[in-house]
């Protein structure tokens, strides 16, 4: 089993819908959550981090973390074609400065159909 | 500023030859990453330092991969002899002390 699993799509949505990307993962060490954004033939961009269970909330997006589950999710409000990209989730232990090298996830390929 | 700089952008060698992949990681960031980036496997961390020194390798391949940070504004990844399976796409990324990671433009390495 991997240690995060993560669909990868493609996932094809109408333009102003509520998008629910997700991953789930195995080992109880992992502290914290993160979700970057990556468009083609470009660099992760990072969007969301957080290390407690529960929601977080930015603009149209807000992550949700859920560690009795070992889930976690991102939710995109009123998306926009410009938000077509792959997401992938990110998640790492703590090593004394932070967190520690990060274990990524697939990555799921949205598409924002105008 | 500038960001993460990896150079160069686009590598294309033939097998056998030595690749060196470059990253110049944001000021101030305490801590530098390699990770690679294929189809097949996804993103996997390589390696990273803290302050210069190396904290964790075991995501290196094997050793024809080794990679240095002389000081805190320059890092290599070296791949010695090349082969195809290395084909990939390699990103270099820092952070400062309790923070997360921003990301370079990566390198396209092909090997022929």
């Known amino acids: 089993q991997k240690e995060v699993e993560q669909d990868p799509g493609p996932l094809s949505v109408p333009e102003g819908a509520i998008v629910s990307l997700n991953c789930t993962y195995s080992n109880s060490a992992f502290q914290y959550f993160m979700w970057y954004r990556q468009y083609s033939r470009k660099g992760p961009e990072l969007l969301m981090y957080t290390y407690s269970s529960g929601n977080k909330e930015d603009g149209r997006f807000t992550a949700q973390v859920d560690k009795s589950s070992k889930y976690i999710s991102l939710f995109i409000r009123d998306s926009q074609p410009s938000d077509s990209a792959t997401y992938l989730c990110a998640l790492a232990r703590y090593s004394g400065g932070g967190a520690d090298g990060l274990t990524f996830g697939k990555g799921t390929h949205l598409i924002i159909q105008p | ?112």
């Open chain 2, 1 to 112: 500023d500038a960001g993460v700089i990896q150079s160069p952008r686009h590598e294309v060698t033939e097998m056998g030859q030595e690749v060196t992949l470059r990253c110049k990681p944001i000021s101030g960031h305490d801590y530098l990453f390699w990770y690679r980036q294929t189809m097949m496997r996804g993103l996997e961390l390589l390696i990273y330092f803290n302050n210069n020194v190396p904290i964790d390798d075991s995501g290196m391949p094997e050793d024809r991969f080794s990679a240095k940070m002389p000081n805190a504004s320059f890092s290599t990844l070296k791949i010695q002899p090349s082969e195809p399976r290395d084909s990939a796409v390699y990103f270099c990324a820092s952070r400062p002390v309790s923070d997360t990671q921003y990301f370079g433009p990566g390198t396209r390495l092909t090997v022929l």
